[in-house]
């Protein structure tokens, strides 16, 4: 009986290895799983990162070019480049014939004239109003205040 006892012990053994290695093989899959899944969470957050920086340097060009295109800011571009507003437009239709009455544009109005530039201040002078003595002597009596003339 000794003998009986040993061979199912000895038959049990292959299958107590096999049970063993599907158990690791299990637990190591799992384990590079978990890494990979991992890593990939860790990219999304980075592409999510980077995504957030692209929409807001679009947004930022968007103010740009909804605020350059504005209707005041083209004709003020316009006019600094010294473009006018179109004359009566023309259209050519299919067939060949003219509709409407081409008229050229109004012609720029001139430059407004350059005002004279102001008098420049030595360093630490104060501008004081000069008065001309022989002025102030015609038009104002003994004792009057020379700001007001009285």
């Keep these: 009986m ?3 006892g040993r061979d199912r012990r000895a038959a049990r053994a292959p299958f107590v290895l096999l049970v063993v290695a599907l158990l690791a093989t ?5 384990l590079l799983l978990n890494a990979s899944v991992n890593q990939g969470a860790f990219q999304l957050s980075k592409y999510k990162k980077q995504t957030q920086q692209y929409t807001d340097e679009e947004q930022a060009l968007q ?5 350059d295109s504005a209707p005041g800011e083209l004709a003020s571009k316009a006019h600094r480049l010294g473009m006018v507003p179109g004359g009566n437009p023309a259209f050519l239709r299919p067939n060949g014939t003219v509709r409407g009455v081409p008229g050229e544009a109004p012609a720029p109005p001139p430059p407004p004239p350059a ?10 002078s104060t501008a004081l109003p000069t ?3 022989s002025t102030q002597a015609r038009t104002s009596g003994a004792g009057a205040s020379p ?3 009285r």
Excluded: E, H, N, W
């Design 26 to 30: 299990g637990l190591i899959s799992l």
């Design 115 to 124: 005002a004279a530039p102001a008098p420049s201040l030595a360093p630490g």
């Design 2 to 4: 000794l003998s009986g």
């Design 63 to 67: 103010q740009d070019v909804d605020r």
């Design 147 to 149: 700001t007001t003339g």
């Design 131 to 133: 008065i001309d003595p």
